[in-house]
């Protein structure tokens, strides 16, 4: 069974207003062998919502709508889902009662508006809603075809989930898994990787392969579905295991781990620290690595040293050497690691100076500093200033968690 999810209200686009909701059914669908095909965002227009629900229904087995039952004009999804499938509605009045009763535990009557709520398409299972006003209903307008209308809140649209839903699908997907794993991979680019691992990934249709990709960051995803887990493992196995192997140390995560957390999980298992001396990031490396929970175990300090002067104050680089090589260089790299380590007493210290803008923009130097010596890489990095310095961080850090390998 394949399965899209339409999430209806014009707030959920706008910037501030995002759909968790299918996120939640996608999860639970997912665990019942069920794939999602598509999901879509339409505002509150009933024409546009008609045609989505038609154009849905004609591809995929299971239609799952969310949001736009309550009792306002502009709750559209009962007329919608009712003109495209060509039926009627009529007015329930123990849904009505219901309504009246819940009002009257807050003391107060029902509006007039809110007999909407009370309408039902023909043919519907009611479903009932103990957190709202607002009763979902299930359709079955042909064979093989099902139609799940559910209120938006999430703590209406979660316990129907549970209760309303799953328990009939259940009954109607014949035995099915969808099992996946996931791959973070630093220091290489999407089309250089996918050259990398093409040649044994487009073997397979069933896993599913699917690269995505973040400045200095990509994502492989492998995703099979059959009937049952082992099946799906072994698949799973046939087509992953090599491009880890090809991979190697590329490989930063296997459970979603982030690249802060991986290096922090390093850092731990050598009962390392970590100091960091930024110029050019002024802070975003320190920042990055505290995102992780528990990072004081590790994390030591930081210092920002934008101009020369705090370079010499704090970390006490040369001024000569500044002088000389100016602040975008090997040396004073070299030095701010050094001294970071030197002044916290930590295992390791990583320094970070270049340039984010101008003639030079992207030239970047990166220091490590180790127990057993400083060592410094000149980066080329390409983007505007924001992704310079993003770069710059995931560099530096996956520098480290491979010194830590």
Not at 164 to 189: D, E, M, N
Not at 370 to 391: E, I, N
């Amino acid at each position: 069974m394949n399965a899209e999810i339409i999430a209806v209200g014009s707030e959920l686009l706008t910037p501030g207003k995002v759909d968790t909701n299918s996120l939640y059914l996608t999860q639970h669908l997912n665990d019942l062998g069920i794939e999602v095909v598509a999901k879509s965002i339409i505002g509150d227009d009933r024409s546009s919502l008609t045609e989505q629900i038609r154009t849905s229904l004609s591809r995929s087995d299971l239609v799952i709508l969310t949001g736009g039952l309550g009792p306002t004009e502009d709750d559209v999804t009962r007329d919608a889902c009712a003109a495209a499938l060509g039926l009627t509605q009529h007015f329930d009045d123990a849904i009505w009662d219901a309504i009246i009763d819940r009002f009257s535990k807050f003391g107060r009557p029902p509006r007039d508006n809110n007999r909407r709520q009370a309408n039902v398409i023909a043919g519907a299972e009611v479903l009932p809603n103990p957190n709202g006003t607002a009763p979902g209903l299930w359709l079955a307008p042909a064979p093989g075809k099902f139609v799940a209308l559910l209120p938006g809140p999430p703590r209406e649209l979660k316990p129907m989930v549970q209760d309303q839903i799953l328990p009939r699908l259940r009954s109607l997907v014949p035995p099915s898994v969808i099992r996946t794993r996931w791959y973070r991979v630093a220091g290489v680019g999407e089309s250089d990787l996918d050259a990398l691992i093409a040649p044994i990934y487009t073997q397979y249709t069933n896993p599913v392969t699917t690269i995505l990709a973040a400045p200095g960051d990509v994502h492989i995803h492998f995703r099979a579905r059959t009937d049952a887990e082992p099946e799906a493992e072994a698949l799973l196995a046939a087509v992953a295991d090599p491009i880890v192997a090809l991979l190697g140390d590329r490989i930063y995560s296997d459970d979603g781990a982030t690249l802060e957390e991986s290096v922090g999980r390093l850092l731990l298992k050598h009962g390392a620290t970590l100091a960091t001396a930024e110029s050019l990031t002024a802070g975003l490396l320190g920042a990055r690595v505290t995102e992780t929970s528990g990072s004081s175990a590790y994390y030591v300090g930081g210092f920002q040293t934008y101009t020369n002067a705090m370079k010499t104050q704090l970390l006490g680089v040369d001024p000569a050497v500044l002088a000389e090589h100016t602040a975008v260089s090997e040396p004073v790299a070299i030095a701010m690691a050094q001294g970071a380590r030197e002044r916290t007493r930590a295992t390791y210290a990583l320094s970070l100076t270049g340039y984010a803008e101008g003639d030079q923009a992207g030239l970047v130097y990166c220091g490590l500093a180790t127990p057993t010596g400083v060592q410094v890489r000149k980066l080329k990095l390409f983007g505007d200033r924001h992704r310079v310095r993003s770069l710059a961080v995931i560099q530096s850090l996956d520098w480290l968690r491979k010194t830590l390998l």
